[in-house]
């Protein structure tokens, strides 16, 4: 059985991203307006139409492409921020929680998670789970992206030569995902933010540092990473990097990732001491957009959850 597609967005960098991962399947046959894709009623023909549909637009624009489907059959699939904690939207990221994979198998209608958010939750979810983090936390998070993640503009003023080499930025600390931080990783306080950009294309590393002293009972380094390694245990896009494996490393490549769906989190600390960080390695413009695209759609239609990705 073929399934077919519509990219609403395709020739944005998410969109260019999720065509690449499904042109070349058979099992899927794609809806290409081509030059017709500012073309209104060829959108909307194209968006009730096909059997999933996966807007990658500016939140407003995807508002606006959700409201244009009438056909209730049709699923969706928004990387936009405009649904991320919307209850009526099941939140894309398969991982998270016992139960996810399911639930977004079972939609109509569900959000891509953001790169940053998704390392955080990665991070994050599991020790709120457990009890280790408790929920009114105050907690950190540094990250630094690959200048893809900023769109077009930004694309183009780093390849042209005028950006610097690292920018911190979001610094009045009212970042657009820090709603959807909060909201999935179980946190009641909002998380403090700290994004950066760096002069590479992609690639992305989520840290969140913690004083393990100061949380209740004091939990050792190898308390937290057995909480990571028992969550995302069998998970074929999530791992966790061993404590030989990271107590032998020097740094992490952001771009170690490039090119995939994976994620592989860290915990670097003394086995002894009293703090820890937290590290998420991913593409963020794979397990951290298109790639999780293609994931949740794989679940959405019933088909093999790697199929397309790597």
Partial sequence: MTHTIFIDGEAGTTGLEIRERLETRPDLDLILLGDRRRDVEARREALNGADAVILCLPDDAAIEAVSMIENPAV??????????VDPDWTYGFAEMAPGQREAIAASTRVSNPGCYPTGLIGLVRPLVSAGIVPAGWPVTVNAVSGYSGGGKAMIAEFEGGG?????????????????????????????????????????MLVEVPLHLSALPGSPSVEVVHGALVEA????????????????????IDPEGLNGTNRMRLHVFGDRGGEQARLVAL???????????????????????EAAGLT
């Fill in 75 to 84: 699923r969706v699939i928004d990387a936009s921020t405009a649904y991320r």
């Fill in 163 to 203: 950006a610097e080499a690292y920018r911190a930025y979001g610094l009045t600390l009212k970042h657009k995902h820090v709603p959807e931080m909060t909201r999935h990783t179980g946190l009641e306080r909002k998380v403090l933010f700290a994004p950066a950009v760096g002069s590479y294309r992609q690639g």
């Fill in 232 to 251: 995302y245990a069998g998970q074929r896009f999530v791992e966790v990097a061993s404590l030989e494996e990271t107590e032998a490393m020097t740094g």
């Fill in 282 to 304: 991913l593409d963020n413009l794979g397990k951290g957009a298109s790639g999780a695209a293609v994931q949740n759609l794989n679940l959405m239609l019933g088909l093999d």
